[in-house]
């Protein structure tokens, strides 16, 4: 039997990146007796039962024997090296940051068969030389995490990536451009800590929806009659007339209303359980509840001749769809001239209502924020030296937002009315939004329950092809619990 004071204490876990070299130290690497390796099975299959301290210490001392043993020969055992290997290069932790104009892109996370931002970046990484050939098989080798996850048609100005990257050359950034599209841009790269997670390190996130004001105009009379007089399975979405369209987009909003718009949108700051706000499945009182820090709504501007809003929020984490259906709220509440109090009924243990989603289209991420990470790198403390901040980049994301994101948001919807088609779609198909009316009283109706819901899903094969209404696609899910 071996005395416990003869075991070598155990090291620290040795950190090895894949395809990294190490050289590794001898950790008690004499041959281990075969009583040994007999005493640890035996103990597994024994249990504790029956065993004395003194039995307890003798197998925690031969089972940290045996795991060291193992690490001593997994570390000297050689690389096998090719011919035309390279000489290796360091790899340095790094937060990434980015942006891109999603329309032509199947989301922001990487996804077989589909064309994905994550995808097209990490192959220019892997083209420019800042991932290794050994690691460009996997984005996972380098250990590439995303700050916050957007999906099919949707933007970011900032974002943020962290992953391990090789950053020898001081034209990096330059060539891992070259390899991208025009539509995707890297702005640079900051040195952080290896414990750098830009997805749990991030604090918050702004977010942008831009929204054009004829939106907010009072529901079609001719639409309200439809929706009375024909069959739910029997209705059609009309068409809008070029003069009809052009009145639309020649509306300007009021000062009254606009005032509703930014009081509604305030009223969402706080503390507060979103259920209502992203699907049913799998949403409850204890993983609903979201802090928002700030709603801000812009001036209205004028683009291409049409009346626009900026929306911007910032939040702590956001649940599926919460942004979108924030948004469809105010819109539906607005047109109809449905109290503020509404707001405060669907909050909290309040009935279940289906809350429409605003169209993707206009939905951008602004950025991630780290203030909590960036507070150390202020103190120097930690050995945190610099802040993860797009600060440095403004001016060109100001530009490449214009050029790429509005731009594209605004040439869509001038060319395809968005918009329009998902406004049409709320007011030929009202029944699902019941409790949007004046006196701010949700009836039976449109109550949910959960695992019973009504799909009151108009009949897709009476919709155009390639009608707006007809379309759907996710927009943010980054909460920290998903």
């Known amino acids: 039997m071996i005395k416990e004071e003869s075991i070598a204490p155990a090291e620290p876990p040795v950190s090895i990146d894949q395809g990294d070299t190490v050289e590794a130290t001898p950790i008690d690497a004499a041959p281990v007796d075969e009583k040994v390796e007999e005493s640890v099975q035996g103990s597994k299959k024994r249990g504790n039962r029956g065993q004395t301290c003194k039995d307890r210490r003798e197998f925690a001392a031969n089972k940290r024997r045996l795991r060291n043993l193992e690490v001593y020969e997994a570390e000297s055992t050689p690389r096998v090296k090719s011919e035309n290997s390279e000489p290796r290069k360091p790899k340095r932790r790094v937060a990434l940051m980015l942006g891109f104009c999603g329309t032509d892109f199947q989301g922001m996370q990487v996804n077989p068969n589909a064309r994905t931002i994550e995808g097209d970046l990490f192959k220019a990484l892997c083209e420019a030389g800042a991932v290794s050939e050994e690691n460009a098989t996997n984005q996972q080798k380098v250990q590439l995490t995303r700050a916050a996850r957007t999906d099919k048609g949707v933007h970011a100005a900032g974002q943020v990536v962290s992953l391990k990257m090789i950053v020898e050359d001081p034209d990096i950034v330059e060539k891992v451009n070259s390899h991208l599209p025009d539509q995707i841009r890297v702005w640079g790269f900051v040195r952080v800590v290896q414990s750098f997670n830009c997805k749990t390190m991030c604090d918050s996130r702004v977010y942008e929806y831009l929204l054009p004001t004829y939106v907010l105009m009072e529901p079609s009379e001719a639409n309200l009659q439809l929706a009375k007089t024909v069959p739910f399975d029997e209705r059609l979405i009309p068409d809008t007339t070029a003069e009809d369209m052009r009145a639309k987009r020649e509306y300007r909003v009021t000062p009254e209303k606009l005032q509703f718009v930014r009081d509604a949108f305030a009223k969402y700051k706080g503390t507060h359980d979103f259920r209502n706000f992203t699907v049913t499945r799998g ?123 509005y731009d594209a948001i605004t040439r869509t919807e001038m060319a395809e009315a968005v918009f329009d088609g998902w406004v049409k779609s709320t007011e030929v198909f009202p029944e699902q939004y019941t409790y949007i009316n004046k006196e701010g009283v949700i009836p039976e109706s449109a109550i949910i329950v959960p695992g019973a819901e009504k799909s009151f899903k108009f009949n897709r094969a009476t919709a155009k092809a390639g009608d707006p209404a007809a379309e759907s696609s996710e927009d943010e899910l980054d909460s920290k619990d998903n």
């Open 283 to 405: 949403c409850t009182e204890s993983n609903s509840k979201r802090h928002m820090h700030w709603f801000e709504v812009s001036d209205p501007m004028i683009i291409d001749g049409s009346e626009w809003l900026s929306l911007k929020v910032k939040g702590q984490s956001f649940m599926l769809h919460q942004i979108r259906k924030m948004v469809g709220l105010v819109i539906l509440m607005t047109r109809s001239g449905a109290p503020l109090e509404l707001m405060d009924i669907l909050y909290g243990k309040g009935p279940r209502v289906n809350i429409p989603k605003a169209p993707s289209l206009g939905l951008l991420l602004e950025s991630p924020v780290f203030d909590g990470y960036n507070s150390r790198a202020d103190k120097q403390v930690q050995g945190v030296t610099n802040p993860v901040t797009f600060d440095p980049y403004q001016k060109t994301i100001d530009e490449f937002k214009q050029r790429f994101i």
